[in-house]
């Protein structure tokens, strides 16, 4: 019905166009509205229409009466709003329509057709949020507005996420128009995504009824495609979605419709077709429509076109970067390539993969193929944790494929008996499952037993790795690695001929192999054979179109030896150079990190004598990679020809130990020849040596030995000083160098060194063995001399060390008996003057008159003292001593006594000494019989804790002797210690008047000291005191 009132509506519009003459009032605006009328009749016509060329003219006719309208009323807003939506359409005129639409609203915000219009342009620009506000402004303009308002909303609440909201907008807008078929896909989309059993069969339910109300709308058509392909009903699939794909020009719609049919035929393993669907939905699709190019990734993967794949998954990656599947796709991809920036990102994305997921086990296992070529413990570890998430979480038996490549980790860092645990256990559990899988894991114990056999060649269980060679070689005779592991068993055994026997029979499996054709190659170069060595690399670079960049540097490193040869022509080293650096420099063009070839440029910049750029190159080499050993010999070279040996020698030493543990030949040659030019020769000789026990058969470590120890027999005769036993010892070895000479001059194989530069060397040696018995007989006159010199000096020496220990021993023996004669006297003095002063008990001492002393030297005693008759010496002996025991009981009761107030009376008695001290310095002198009485009870209980303490007074006129303390050591004390004017040595007893004491001690203050001297054995000590008196303390004193 509204297609017969579209057609008559559009007849009657031409005719009246046609009839239209009469004039009237607005005759212009109905005019205008005619032509608009007429102008959407045709645009709905080319809506609908199938056909691109009626398509086109319905919508040329549609142009042309809108351009008629503008000439009449040109900013009419109806005619405005239907020109715009014509513009939206047309799909290409987008801006044009906004700007219309634009200018009605700018009029008036509340028309609906401009607000519905420009919500859609919105919307297409994904700006939801404006859209759905101009739909409600249409929505409010008129409440009655058709359904298409609700759905634009629903659509509007979809994308933004509120899908609540859209489920009641989808509903209300199905309640104004059941037959709304865009409500019915929004309402099944929703139910289609909930997971809800029952609302996905709701959600078919409303896509059914939305096909039933138009089985030709391409968006119903699609959905129901994308249900039939998770039923596996392909073929459904491929009708809906071509009859979608022909039923719609919109080109998102087109692009999902193609993506259906493509996986529908990808599924179908029909790869061709697939390929052509999903290329074609890429170049329908949006940039955010990112399904066909992962579909299309996957084609070209199977094609083998690893490039334009990774370009797809990049794409996808885009778009969504924190995609896991398109990582892990593209992490593959690149860890494939041979650009190390693309797998060092293949590195990145699967780190970034495994951080995201950690139980991905293929990340993993991705990760640690891409790390194993460099870093191998961090793939030991990726592999280790793919492992360790195999048993943990699916408690499983990890796979022989993850634990062979863990072994081979295991390898390369030289754990090789953890190696073959992990080898015996791929095998062991290859064996147990050969039942369930035996193809496949029959191919995984071939690729297992030939890395066991690797790993018994490593360690050098030949016998074991030949067997296991031979047994894979059995059942698959045409595994050539087998074949070229046991050539390269024979070339290290040094068994030549059977090494190219194996090399031979890989090549009747392969004529172009590479590897066979370099292992022979390499065989001639060992042998010194340049030209059939350098054939067999020429013919690998016309198999590989010169592509083969290790068999173009081996040419290159061939011409590059033909500079070291000690037979080349000299004429021809130009040639050489420039040949060998052209090899060099055309691998560093097809590969500009190629160290190896930029090594072999240093050498020959070395051998033009360009020294300085030389070691430049090399030193860039060595900062490249510290791992290659030739650089570092190259380096070494190159300070040899600085002058510079001690870092040469140090270099030679630092790779010998880093890359060979101390056992290399070469090496050692270059080491010796160091030390050789550095003047070293007994070193060189001593690693020469070395080398020799290691390679016993190579004749040019024996050359360079007799060439050293010619050199060592040269300067030990031309030097006059030699000794007899190095003269002889140097003939020795000048006889075994001409022996090895002569020897070496007649080998009949090619040989390192020069033949007749050996025949030179052994007729010099003999020419210096001729000359040997002069030499001889000098060195055994020289040291007859040296030997009856050193006799001399020898009796010499001892004389001087008998006259010297002589005179030793007599000082020795003086200072004996002086020794023994000072204690002799010491003892005598001892005996002398031990009881001295010893006090019986207090008494008053004896009044001495005063005067002049007498000249005589004997001593004086006062009158009526019983102790002045020494006949009663031994009797007052006995007395005293039952005295001092009587004393020394009552001291010990005293001493308890006083110890209480010891602290108090030491600190008083400091303070007086100090104050004496001071007087004493300032002249005045003071003695103890001005002591308090006090002062005289703690000097009481000091006395008697020192009975034998000496009494100290000002001393008198010079005297020989005096009382002194039985302890010697006071004979220090007295004189030099406090030698002082105007000082007495008296004791006055506790009833002495203190007038009295002032009177002598002024009356004697005018005498001069005089040091005591040492008693001598005319001296003699007065008698003690009898019991109850006491001796004087001044002896031969004048007046006293």
Not at 246 to 262: D, K, M, R
Not at 611 to 628: C, Y
Not at 651 to 669: A, D, P, S
Request: glycine share 4%; charged share 30%; net charge neutral.
């Amino acid at each position: 019905d509204d297609k017969e009132a579209t057609e008559s509506s559009g007849i009657n519009a031409e005719y009246g166009q046609k009839d239209a003459a009469t004039d009237y009032h607005d005759q212009e605006k109905d005019k205008m509205l005619a032509l608009d009328t007429l102008a959407a009749y045709y645009v709905r016509l080319g809506r609908k229409e199938k056909n691109r060329e009626n398509r086109k003219k319905h919508f040329a006719k549609a142009t042309s009466l809108y351009t008629q309208a503008d000439k009449i009323i040109m900013y009419d807003q109806n005619h405005l709003v239907g020109r715009a939506h014509f513009c939206l359409l047309e799909g290409d005129k987008t801006d044009q329509a906004d700007a219309q639409f634009n200018f009605v609203l700018a009029k008036s915000d509340k028309h609906i057709a401009a607000n519905m219009g420009k919500a859609c342009i919105l919307f297409n620009k994904k700006d939801f949020k404006l859209a759905l506000g101009h739909f409600k402004k249409a929505l409010k303009g008129n409440d009655n507005c058709p359904a298409s308002v609700r759905l634009g909303m629903g659509l509007c609440f979809y994308r933004l996420g509120n899908l609540d909201k859209a489920q009641m907008a989808f509903q209300r807008a199905l309640q104004l128009d059941p037959r709304s078929t865009g409500s019915l896909i929004g309402q099944a989309i929703l139910h289609l995504n909930s997971g809800d059993k029952e609302k996905l069969h709701k959600g078919v339910k409303l896509l059914s009824t939305a096909y039933g109300i138009d089985s030709a709308n391409s968006m119903t058509l699609n959905h129901l495609a994308n249900h039939f392909f998770f039923k596996k009903d392909y073929q459904k699939v491929q009708h809906l979605a071509q009859h979608a794909l022909q039923g719609t020009e919109v080109e998102y719609i087109q692009a999902e419709s193609c993506y259906q049919l493509a996986r529908s035929y990808h599924n179908q393993q029909k790869y061709d077709q697939a390929f052509q669907y999903y290329y074609q939905s890429t170049q329908f699709a949006s940039p955010s429509y990112v399904l066909p190019h992962f579909g299309l990734g996957q084609m070209y993967i199977a094609r083998g076109d690893n490039p334009n794949a990774a370009m797809c998954f990049e794409k996808v990656l885009k778009i969504q970067p924190n995609n896991n599947e398109t990582m892990k796709i593209l992490g593959s991809l690149y860890s494939q390539s041979d650009d190390s920036d693309k797998r060092e990102q293949a590195k990145v994305l699967l780190q970034k993969v495994t951080t995201q997921c950690p139980e991905d086990i293929e990340a993993w296992i991705e990760l640690g193929g891409i790390l194993q070529s460099c870093d191998i413990h961090e793939a030991l570890n990726a592999y280790n944790t793919a492992a360790q998430i195999i048993r943990d979480n699916i408690n499983e038996d990890v796979p022989p494929e993850i634990l062979n490549n863990i072994a081979s980790c295991l390898f390369q860092l030289g754990k090789y008996e953890e190696c073959l645990t992990h080898y015996e256990t791929a095998l062991d559990y290859c064996k147990r499952e050969l039942q369930n899988d035996e193809s496949y894991l029959s191919a995984i114990t071939v690729t297992i037993t030939y890395n066991l056999a690797r790993l018994y060649e490593a360690l050098h269980e030949f016998s074991k790795a030949e067997d296991l060679y031979k047994a894979v070689l059995k059942e698959h005779p045409n595994y050539l690695d087998c074949y070229l592991r046991l050539g390269c068993i024979a070339r290290d055994r040094e068994q030549i001929f059977e090494a190219s026997n194996w090399f031979k029979d890989a090549l009747q499996i392969n004529q172009d192999n590479a590897d066979a054709w370099t292992l022979i190659g390499n065989l001639h170069i060992s042998k010194q054979e340049w030209g059939p060595g350098q054939k067999k690399f020429e013919r690998i670079i016309k198999t590989t179109n010169d592509k083969d960049s290790y068999s173009i540097l081996a040419i290159g490193n061939v011409w590059l030896q033909m500079l070291y040869q000690p037979t080349r022509d000299r004429d021809k080293e130009q040639k050489y150079q420039e040949r060998a650096l052209a090899f060099f420099k055309q691998v560093m063009r097809q590969d500009p990190r190629n160290m190896y070839a930029a090594n072999g440029i240093g050498c020959v910049l070395a051998v033009k004598g360009h020294i300085r750029e030389a070691r430049d190159v090399f030193a860039q080499v060595r900062e490249a990679t510290a791992e290659m050993p030739d650089v570092w010999l190259n380096l070494a070279h190159i300070y040899i020809e600085q002058k510079q040996f001690v870092s040469a020698i140090q270099m030679y030493e630092n790779c010998l130990k880093k890359f060979y543990k101390h056992h290399n030949v070469e090496i050692l040659l270059y080491l010796a020849r160091a030390h050789f030019v550095y003047g070293k020769l007994e070193e060189t000789r001593r690693i020469l040596l070395r080398a020799r026990h290691m390679a016993p058969h190579d004749n040019l470590i024996l050359f360079n030995l007799s060439y050293v120890l010619r050199h060592l027999a040269t300067s030990t005769l031309r030097d006059e000083k030699s000794g007899l036993e190095d003269v002889v010892s140097a003939v020795r070895n000048l006889e075994l160098a001409q022996r090895f000479f002569t020897m070496l001059s007649k080998a009949t194989e090619k040989q390192k060194y020069d033949l007749n530069h050996a025949g030179a060397e052994a007729r010099q040696c003999t020419d210096l063995l001729s000359q040997a018995q002069y030499h001889v007989a000098r060195a055994r006159k020289l040291d007859d001399e040296q030997r009856a010199i050193r006799m001399q000096q020898e009796k010499a020496k001892q004389e001087l060390e008998s006259k010297r220990k002589e005179e030793e021993d007599k000082r020795l023996k003086e200072e004996e008996e002086k020794h023994q004669a000072m204690l002799a006297q010491r003892e005598v003095y001892r005996e002398k003057a031990k009881n001295i002063l010893i006090f019986t008990e207090e008494v008053e001492p004896v009044r001495v008159p005063k005067g002049r002393k007498k000249k005589d030297d004997e001593p004086i005693y006062s009158s009526g003292d019983p102790s002045s008759d020494p006949d009663k010496d031994d009797a007052l002996n006995e007395e005293e001593k039952a005295q001092k025991k009587k004393e020394k009981s009552e001291r010990k009761e005293k001493k308890r006594q006083a110890r209480e107030n010891k602290k108090k009376a030491r600190k008083e008695r400091e303070r007086k000494r100090l104050q004496q001290e001071k007087e004493e310095k300032s002249g005045k002198y003071t003695s103890k019989a001005f002591i308090s009485d006090s002062e005289e009870d703690e000097n009481n209980e000091d006395d008697d804790k020192e009975p034998e303490r000496k009494m100290e007074t000002t001393p008198a006129k010079p005297i020989k002797s005096g009382v002194l303390d039985s302890d010697s050591s006071d004979l220090d004390d007295s004189p030099r210690k406090k030698a002082a004017p105007s000082k007495k040595r008296k004791k006055f007893s506790d009833s002495e008047d203190d007038s009295d004491v002032r009177a002598e001690i002024e009356a004697d203050t005018s005498l001069n000291d005089r040091q005591i001297s040492d008693i001598s054995e005319d001296d003699a000590p007065p008698p003690p005191a009898a019991p109850g008196q006491m001796t004087t303390n001044q002896v031969n004193s004048h007046g006293t």
